[in-house]
């Protein structure tokens, strides 16, 4: 896999080189990353790749010829037609189903905009998808492409120290991730681990775990459980999830 990202800023997303599953991923090849900088592909003196906007307005705007340019030296170098994506707030939600899309192909290119935004041409012209981290606003588009990489990565074969952490992760059953302890068994200030995860019976730590991920995916993101979905038996551990939680509330 090859993943190329446009940014005014290389150096920092460059860093994924040094830490974790990522950069360990990187030092062992298993994908490549190149960062591309527009500015060394634009035609002003000064360096420069934005502009005022036209129709007035604060901020400026990343310009279009930049931008383009960058993207044609990247199509030479791949010889591919990887997808062109854009991390903006406008985009749909990245989510861990789009991450495994983008797992199983060969690469892509993320697009890391800066000030106000860029010029809507470059968005008609050359990009594929927008995608977005969440509503909320970001001084660029580094974290979030950071962040698509690491999720894509991970998902990598081999790249993970257990296979199963990839396929146990939140989401990819699309429900949040049950609750995870470790030792000590006992803590003086918070209390003990649940009995069931010292049990040494996996059949029923697996239906207590996956009792947990329906029931913090209720109360938490409850668009994602649709009760008509769920099977008998999920609906079934759902609503004993849900008596429990009553419970200890009416016990306090």
């Known amino acids: 896999m090859r993943i190329d990202v446009i940014t005014l800023f290389p150096e920092w997303v460059s860093q994924l080189e040094h830490f974790g599953v990522v950069g360990r991923a990187l030092r062992q090849t298993r994908f490549t990353l190149a960062c591309w900088n527009p500015r060394d592909y634009g035609a002003r003196a000064d360096g420069r790749v934005d502009d005022r906007p036209y129709g007035g307005g604060p901020g400026m705007v990343m310009q279009y010829a930049p931008l383009a340019a960058t993207l044609a030296a990247i199509r030479q170098v791949r010889a591919d037609t990887a ?3 854009l991390m903006s707030p406008a985009g749909v939600s990245f989510e861990q189903g ?3 899309e ?3 192909g060969s690469g892509f290119i993320l697009v890391a905009g800066r000030y106000e935004g860029i010029d809507q041409r470059f968005i008609d012209h050359c ?3 927008e995608l ?9 588009g580094e974290l979030p492409a950071m962040s698509v990489i690491d999720a894509v990565v991970r998902l990598q074969g081999g790249v993970l120290g257990d296979a199963r952490s990839a396929v146990e992760d939140s989401f990819t059953d699309n429900l949040l991730d049950y609750p995870h302890y ?3 068994a006992e803590s003086a200030e918070a209390g003990g681990v649940p009995e069931v995860l ?3 019976d996996h059949a029923a730590i697996a239906r207590w775990r996956q009792k947990q991920a329906l029931g913090l995916t209720w109360m938490r993101r409850p668009a994602r459980v649709i009760r008509e979905r769920l099977s ?3 609906r079934a551990l759902l609503d004993e999830f849900i008596a429990e939680q009553a419970a200890a509330t009416d016990d306090e």
């Open 182 to 184: 470790t030792r000590p």
């Open 102 to 104: 983008l797992a199983a």
């Open 232 to 234: 008998a038996a999920e």
């Open 83 to 85: 997808p062109v994506i």
């Open 132 to 140: 977005s981290m969440g509503d909320f606003v970001l001084s660029g």
């Open 127 to 129: 990009v594929d998808a």
């Open 98 to 100: 789009r991450a495994a």
């Open 198 to 200: 010292l049990s040494g």
